[in-house]
């Protein structure tokens, strides 16, 4: 079911698109967090161990922009995350100011381990769409993303969407 507004065209459009991408998302999430949830990882916690396996050591507050989160959000996983040990922080050698956080070996075995069925189960989920809509997809998702974000206010001091704080 869409929206059940009924003003102007472009509004009930947008309201509509709105909500099944909303709903798109939750039952993709559905079918991924639960695994997660079971290695007693939350979305974001999982989402810095993928980043710092994929990129490798990070500064604390580009974290933060890379999984969308606030700087304050980042503090509390990597501590969360450093408490299990599988993550350290460290200060940049060449900005004092800088913390940088890199994976332990234990944070490094488990997102390797967790990771391809994570991918995989990401695939299950999409192959209702074809190989051509997913790229689809992601071209609009993206152009709608930079758009929204384009309109953002400039002194906009979180990292979520405006309208989602």
Same mark, same amino acid.
Request: with cysteine; glycine share 6%; charged share 30%.
């Given at each position: +079911? ?13 309201? &509509? ?8 998302? !939750?039952?993709? #999430? ?16 999982? $989402? ?14 580009? =974290? ?6 606030? @700087? ?6 990597? #501590?969360?995350?450093? %408490? %299990?040990?599988?993550?350290? @922080?460290? *200060? &940049? $050698?060449?900005?004092?100011?800088? +913390? ?7 944070? %490094?075995?488990?997102? /390797?381990? =967790?990771?391809?069925?994570? /991918?995989? !189960?990401? $695939? ?10 997913? *790229?689809?997809?992601? !071209?609009?998702? @993206? ?21 989602? !704080?």
């Amino acid at each position: +079911m869409g929206t059940r507004h009924r003003g102007p065209a472009r509004e009930v459009r947008a309201l &509509d698109a709105y909500i099944k991408l909303k709903r798109a998302v !939750r039952s993709v #999430d559905a079918c991924t967090l639960p695994a997660l949830r079971a290695e007693k990882l939350t979305e974001n916690q999982f $989402a810095v161990l993928e980043l710092l396996w994929h990129l490798g050591p990070c500064a604390q507050h580009e =974290i933060g922009e890379k999984i969308l989160t606030s @700087r304050a959000n980042v503090t509390l996983i990597v #501590d969360q995350l450093g %408490r %299990r040990g599988l993550v350290r @922080r460290e *200060r &940049d $050698a060449a900005d004092r100011r800088c +913390m940088r956080v890199e994976l332990t070996e234990a944070g %490094r075995r488990l997102i /390797a381990r =967790i990771f391809p069925e994570h /991918a995989a !189960r990401l $695939a299950d989920a999409f192959s209702a769409l074809t190989a051509a809509e997913q *790229r689809e997809l992601a !071209r609009l998702c @993206r152009k709608l993303g930079r758009a929204a974000a384009a309109r953002q206010p400039p002194s906009s001091s979180s990292s979520a969407p405006r309208g989602m !704080r």
